[in-house]
């Protein structure tokens, strides 16, 4: 029945900086199943982008492996990455500066075809941007349209077309919503969703907005400084959270009804800081209220609490 | 009269771009504030909040945006023609504005604690530096920053401390009315939710009201008393927060609003957007300026643009609504 096109194993990914390692990515690892989202959230910092960028080797992990329908990413050469990027494809948090100002609509979307030699004949290819453009539901009076034309949604949307145009079976989508207002952000959330089912696509979904990832993500994992602290079904995260940052960061979301009024929040003291060198132990501890010494002297493992409900905390 | 801190009547603000083109950012527009009050200015992209929150401080972009109408009173004062050096005074003293990015609000190449300073030392001539480095001080343990950092550049502070400090700035002399743009939308949501308990703490403090301009609706259900929306430049519906969050009678862009937000409680596949865009403010529609995009929409919405219905402090501009603030029939 599982049909797994993606299996992360223990991926890291270290930058070095000019005060010590900084630890992004630390020893994350995933399997995800075709057709299904994966929701990774956390705060700026977290590391959610560079595992995107690194799933997809836009960044080379420094170790760890990405296995695509079995077959390792990060061991493929030139050519064969080449014709892996056709089955992975990524949309960009922000639709102003992911796309080149000085080609017309229908040169964006042309443009992976072309790269990619896919179509035959120049028709061929109008044919197709035509279709895509009408797959994400962008009026045909537009493909001569320079971006600066149009507003926000519209760009996001050539931005899908763009990804969609070499026929992936798997994207990442980081913060493709964030720039958006509400109304246009359920807009193209419906169509990303309706995407999915029509063409079976598989999402990595990158987002710091708990809200927007409770609505697509079949799965969910929470980031926190590099490291995956909680990972289970949507529907049992927002349920059940385990994990005390989960706690925090459910409980930090501005709620639209009166029910939070007057009521006292229990606020996080602190911030998040860079991963630089960490020490050993949960990276949360600093700002954990529940923080004891068994949590900073060693590492803690992400475990399987309950069935398919992993958490990296001493206290569960 | 003077018993309101602001009051707005039929303003009208217009930028004129380089082809000529009039933009009408702000098309009409009644508010009044109260002190101490707490209100939050809700709409998306282009409604003109911000628009709103600079034409009472004066500062829209010069030649480009102007007030064609109406007038704005601030504290009992008609300020809508008061000259730069008048609104030097009130500015900081009167009225403050925290900005939505932290990172550009601040000057890099000064020490924070200077940029504070510089406000106390500009409307309290009256303080010798001492007293003026004790209330900067002060004001920098107020917002959680330990004193000692004063001498640091913003690029030393995170996002979050960095917003603290702006607040600071703003609240440095006490203003009756703060306008805050978008206090927290950079922030992340552990983050924000410090920064705005401490501006409520601090607003508590030192009784100031406050416009709190934002798009998120959870925010505004939490931290304010009343509530405005605002859509293609006008106030479209205004209550107190029960009226917008617990009652059922609404604008039909409201309802839109809403709809629009993924409900964390409800296991729902499909969002339900609000159809079409923004009305453009070059070319705004004759009659309801949301008439385009609403589901309810009529021929009269299409002719003649609704006045506002007003039903126990709960206002809707709308046709939907008859005089008495009921839901007209057919």
Not at chain 2, 148 to 163: A, I, L, N, T, V
Not at chain 2, 217 to 242: Q, R
Not at chain 2, 287 to 295: D, N, T
């Amino acid at each position: 029945m599982a049909d797994t096109i993606l299996e992360v194993r223990n991926l890291k990914k270290y930058f070095p900086t000019s005060a010590g390692l900084l630890h992004a990515v630390d020893d994350v690892s995933f399997t995800l199943e075709r057709g299904t989202t994966l929701g990774v959230v956390g705060e700026s910092g977290c590391g959610k982008s560079t595992l995107g960028r690194v799933v997809l080797r836009l960044l080379e992990a420094t170790s760890g492996q990405v296995l695509f329908e079995g077959q390792d990413v990060m061991q493929l050469g030139k050519q064969q990455m080449r014709m892996m990027r056709r089955r992975m494809q990524m949309i960009f948090q922000d639709p102003y500066a992911s796309i080149n100002p000085r080609m017309s609509v229908s040169e964006i979307i042309a443009d992976p075809l072309k790269v990619n030699r896919l179509c035959k004949s120049r028709a061929e290819m109008d044919e197709r941007v035509h279709e895509l453009m009408d797959t994400v539901g962008l009026s045909e009076r537009f493909v001569s349209s320079y971006p600066h034309e149009l507003d926000g949604g519209r760009r996001q949307r050539i931005g899908i077309a763009r990804s969609l145009a070499v026929n992936p079976e798997f994207i990442v989508c980081d913060e493709p919503v964030s720039a958006l207002d509400v109304s246009i952000q359920a807009q193209i959330l419906n169509l990303m969703m309706d995407l999915q089912e029509q063409m079976g696509l598989t999402y990595i979904f990158i987002t710091h907005d708990m809200s927007v990832v409770k609505h697509i993500s079949n799965e969910i994992m929470v980031m926190y400084m590099g490291k995956c602290v909680e990972k289970t079904s949507s529907k049992e995260l927002f349920a059940n959270p385990l994990h005390p940052y989960t706690v925090a960061l459910l409980d930090a979301i501005p709620v639209p009804n009166c029910s939070r009024r007057g009521k006292p929040r229990r606020v996080l003291s602190g911030e998040v800081t860079n991963p630089i060198e960490p020490k050993p132990g949960c990276r949360f501890a600093p700002r954990c209220p529940y923080a004891t010494e068994a949590c900073t002297s060693g590492d803690i493992p992400l475990r399987e609490v309950s069935p398919s409900h992993y958490v990296a905390c001493v206290l569960k | 009269m003077a018993e309101h801190l602001l009051e707005i009547h039929g303003l009208h603000v217009e930028y004129v771009t380089d082809e000529e083109e009039i933009i009408h950012a702000v098309n009409g527009l009644d508010l009044t504030l109260d002190k101490g009050q707490n209100l939050g200015l809700v709409g998306e992209t282009g409604a003109g909040k911000t628009t709103l929150a600079l034409s009472i401080l004066h500062l829209l972009p010069k030649k480009v945006g102007r007030i064609t109408q109406g007038q704005i009173h601030l504290d009992g004062v008609d300020i809508t023609n008061a000259t730069e050096e008048d609104m030097r005074l009130l500015r900081g003293s009167t009225v403050s504005m925290i900005f939505q990015d932290p990172m550009t609000s601040l000057n890099p190449v000064l020490p924070v604690g200077e940029q504070i300073t510089e406000v106390i030392a500009l409307h309290r001539k009256d303080l010798t530096k001492s007293e003026v480095e004790d209330r900067l001080d002060d004001l920098l343990k107020m917002v959680g920053i330990p004193p000692e950092r004063k001498h640091d550049y913003p690029h030393q502070f995170s996002g979050g401390m960095k917003q603290r400090i702006v607040i600071a700035i703003a609240l440095a002399c006490e203003p009756k009315l703060l306008l805050a743009d978008e206090p927290t939308t950079a922030l992340d949501v552990t983050i924000q939710a410090q920064v705005l308990e401490l501006m409520r703490e601090l607003k508590e403090q030192i009784d100031t009201a406050m416009v709190l301009i934002t798009h998120d609706l959870g925010v505004v259900a939490e931290n304010c008393d009343h509530v405005a929306i605002m859509y293609a430049g006008e106030i479209i519906e205004m209550g107190t927060v029960t009226d917008i969050f617990e009652q059922d009678r609404h604008h039909p862009y409201t309802v839109g609003l809403f709809g629009a937000i993924p409900d964390m409680t409800k296991e729902e596949r499909r969002l339900h957007p609000i159809g079409g865009l923004m009305a453009d403010p070059a070319n705004l529609p004759k009659g309801c300026k949301f008439a385009p995009r609403c589901p309810q929409c009529t021929e009269r919405c299409e002719r003649e643009p609704p006045v506002i219905y007003t039903r126990s402090g709960h206002s809707i501009r709308c046709h939907l609504f008859d005089e008495r603030g009921e839901p007209a029939d057919g």
